[in-house]
C-alpha cells in the first residue's frame, strides 16, 4: 500500500494580519485581474447559496469559485445576523476557506469580514477607473453605514476629486463620513437626493434599500453610478428607468439581472440582459466602456465569490511570504 502523501498545512490569517496586509491597492488589484479572468473564461463562480436560519433573524450562506488563471480555488462561508452590533461585533461575518486545486487539500483559513469591505470597495473604485469621466470633480455618496468609509477612501484614489456631497436616511450617521472626508482633505456637504444627482459626477450607493433612492430625472448627463448595496432579490437603490437609460456594466451578468440592479429594469422588460457587459471586457480592452462625456454609465456590483477568493489568496500569500501566517500540520 502506498504511503499517502503528506499535507502542506494550512495556513491561518486573521482578520487583523488580513487588515494589515491587504490595504487598498492590493485589493483593487486582486479584483480588477479576477473580473478580467472572469470575463475570459478564465474564472467563474458556483451557484450561490443563502438561506435564512430561522434563528437571530440571521441569513447564512456560500459563495465559491475557481479562478484558473490565478488557480484560486474556495468559498466564503458566512452572513449576517442584524443583531450583532448591539454585542460590539460587525453585523456581517464570513471566513474564507482555500483549497490547493491540484489536490483539494485545505490550504488556508482566512478571515472574511475585513476582506469583504475592502474588496467591495475595489470593486467600485474599478468601475470608476475603467467608465468615471477624467475630469470628475465632485463625488456622491448615498449610504452612510459601515462600508462608506472604505467606498469613499478607494473612489478618491480613482480621479481627482474636489468634493464629496451626501446623503444618509439616518442624516445622523453622516458625520462619521464627513470625519472621513476631512481626514482625506476633502470638503463635505449633506444634501437632498436631487441636490446630490444633479452636482455629482461619480455617484456611489451603498445601502440596504428595497425601494429607489435616486431617479432618473435627477441624474445629469456623463455620470458615473457605481450601486453596490443591492445584492438580493427586491433590493433596489436606483429607479429601475434610469438603469434603463444607462450603459450598464457589472461584475457577472448572471447575478446582474437576478438578485443586482438591473433586475428591476429586465424584469420590466426596458433592459435586455444582452445590453449588461461585465466589467471584465472592458478591462481586457474587448469592450470601449464610456464612449462620451454625455453618456451615463452605471456599475451594478452585485459581489461575488471570486472576489472573495482573490483578496484571501492575496492576504495568505502575503503572510507565507514574510512568516507570520499562522501554520497548522493537518
Known amino acids: 500500500m502506498k504511503d499517502m502523501p503528506e499535507s502542506k498545512g494550512l495556513t491561518i490569517v486573521g482578520e487583523a494580519e488580513c487588515e494589515r496586509l491587504v490595504g487598498r491597492a492590493e485589493a483593487f488589484e486582486a479584483v480588477q485581474d479576477v473580473f478580467a479572468a472572469m470575463a475570459r473564461g478564465d474564472a467563474r463562480n458556483f451557484p450561490v447559496v443563502r438561506e435564512a436560519l430561522g434563528h437571530a433573524d440571521a441569513l447564512y450562506g456560500f459563495k465559491s469559485g475557481f479562478d484558473k488563471a490565478g488557480m484560486v480555488l474556495g468559498v466564503k462561508s458566512g452572513g449576517y445576523w442584524p443583531g450583532n452590533m448591539a454585542k460590539g461585533l460587525t453585523n456581517h461575518q464570513s471566513t474564507v476557506f482555500l483549497f490547493d486545486p491540484d489536490t483539494g487539500q485545505l490550504s488556508a483559513l482566512v478571515g472574511g469580514n475585513y476582506l469583504t469591505a475592502v474588496r ?59 470625519a472621513v472626508a476631512e481626514e482625506l482633505g ?137 512568516g507570520s501566517a499562522q501554520r497548522v500540520v493537518l
Not at 267 to 289: C, F, K, Q, S, Y
Request: hydrophobic share 45%; aromatic share 4%; proline share 5%.
Open 120 to 178: 467591495t470597495a475595489a470593486s467600485s473604485a474599478v468601475s470608476i477607473a475603467h467608465l468615471a469621466r477624467k475630469d470628475a470633480k465632485v463625488l456622491g455618496m448615498v449610504g452612510a453605514g459601515h462600508q462608506s468609509a472604505f467606498q469613499l477612501r478607494a473612489a478618491v484614489e480613482q480621479r481627482d476629486f474636489e468634493k464629496v456631497v451626501a446623503w444618509n436616511p439616518h442624516p445622523e450617521m453622516l458625520p462619521k463620513l464627513a
Open 186 to 322: 476633502l470638503p463635505f456637504e449633506a444634501v437632498d437626493r436631487e441636490a446630490l444627482g444633479a452636482e455629482a459626477d461619480v455617484i456611489i450607493t451603498i445601502t440596504s434599500a428595497f425601494e429607489p433612492l435616486l431617479m432618473k430625472d435627477w441624474i445629469k448627463p456623463g455620470t458615473h453610478i457605481a450601486c453596490m448595496g443591492t445584492d438580493t432579490k427586491g433590493k433596489q437603490e436606483v429607479d429601475a428607468a434610469l438603469v434603463a437609460s444607462a450603459t450598464v456594466f457589472t461584475d457577472e451578468v448572471a447575478q446582474s439581472v437576478s438578485i443586482g440592479e438591473a433586475q428591476h429594469a429586465v424584469a420590466a422588460g426596458t433592459l435586455p440582459e444582452r445590453a449588461i457587459t461585465p466589467i471584465g471586457a472592458v478591462i481586457n480592452g474587448d469592450h470601449p466602456g464610456r464612449t462620451s462625456a454625455e453618456e451615463i454609465t452605471l456599475f451594478d456590483g452585485t459581489g461575488v465569490g471570486l472576489q472573495d477568493l482573490a483578496v484571501a489568496s492575496v492576504a495568505a500569500r502575503l503572510a507565507e511570504a514574510e
